[in-house]
């Protein structure tokens, strides 16, 4: 392909694999915390759930910081992992952690919402046709949030793309380790001659964003199609994850 | 077969406590609505915990909190047919039909697809979905799906309030075959004089209070 540059493309292909990462990395914890927003009523819920949005409204370069201070050389999380010869400071799997801490708030959000919409009494109704708690969940609960689901995690990659903040405070802007496209572009803007490079790595993130953020759109206004109640008059239900 | 109910349950700020035992084979719950006649057949299928006291059906105890008995609604054998139907959306009509069927033990199943299609005129739906039904299809299919889930006593809820009066008469049809021809209790909850009058073999009063 002429369009990039083979540098251009190792870039793009570091830019997935740290969003790809980040994104599978969070789902688990981004779904038990939706979870537990959605379905638990605990004292100290107000305190969880503004702990998980902290990402979106700190300073990245803060997140970036205290992610320095837990998972750095001396961090307490930094020197765990040192016993299995991981480390992620200077890494792509550092980048992968920033990106899925960026990423998390947004996922949690979508897959919440997408919770709070499955109606309950149609998980009460497969109960008494003898579908047990997880027999429930696998084919009531699960389906019916799925659309929700995918959307969080359309929007998780999406986020973990636009990553920069956080990510070059944490790992640095290494080219072939941590440099992903934002990094690239800020980079490519100190240099003299960058203008092109600018452009083209530019055009890759907006058609990246923007065909993330389209499928999620369509897999939310298709959770929106289903996951009511059944019978006639179904409220068009439409909700905004962002 | 006998319903014998003896529960309170506290709801918010109110209280509700019922007392009956009902041989016959179709036992209507009826008053007003709002007195916590469907947290009564909530506490029977087991979605409701009543703060104490005893539910057994056929001899058979559900929920008894003096012995700590409280079975899990799937471990209840209750055809539950809700007010608003309440088929899964994401599913077709023959999946809703054959949701609780496929998980009972073959033993338990009394009744066939085929059988529950003939029974209630549904055999032309199974391909659609359940927002495509009118209310009168989609109240017949959520019929079809208690009964081919092998209960051992349906529970209705006020399964004709959503009906204009042509399909309450076709439904209220249907319900007197399941009570005369497949001789399935049913603790039936509604607020209709008329319909408990033709329906039930016995009624339990509850009123506020």
Redesign the interface.
Known sequence: MSLLSPEEWSIVALSLKVGGVAMLGALPLAFALAWVLARVRFPGRVVLDALVHLPLVLPPVVTGWLLLLGFGAQGPAGRFLAHFGITLMFRWTGAALASAVMALPLMVRAIRLSLEAVDP??E?????????PW?CFA??TL??AMPGVLAGMVLGFARSLGEFGATITFVSNIPGQTQTLPLAIYGALQMPDGDATVARLAVVSVVLSLGALVVSEVLTRRGAG???????G?PERHRHVL | MSFEVEVQIARGNRRIAVSFAGQSRLVALFGPSGVGKTSVLDAVAGLLRPDAGRISVGGRVLFDSANGVNLPPEGRECGYVFQDARLFPHMNVRDNLLYGWRLARPEHRWMSLDEACAFLGIGHLLERRPRTLSGGEAQRVAIGRALLSGPRFLAMDEPLASLDAARREEIMAVIERIRDELELPILYVSHDAAEVARLAGEVVAIGAG
Do not use: D
């Open positions: 009494r149609l009460g109704a497969a109960r008494t046709l003898g579908a047990g027999r084919t009531i389906p019916l289903v996951s009511g109640s059944s019978g006639r179904e």
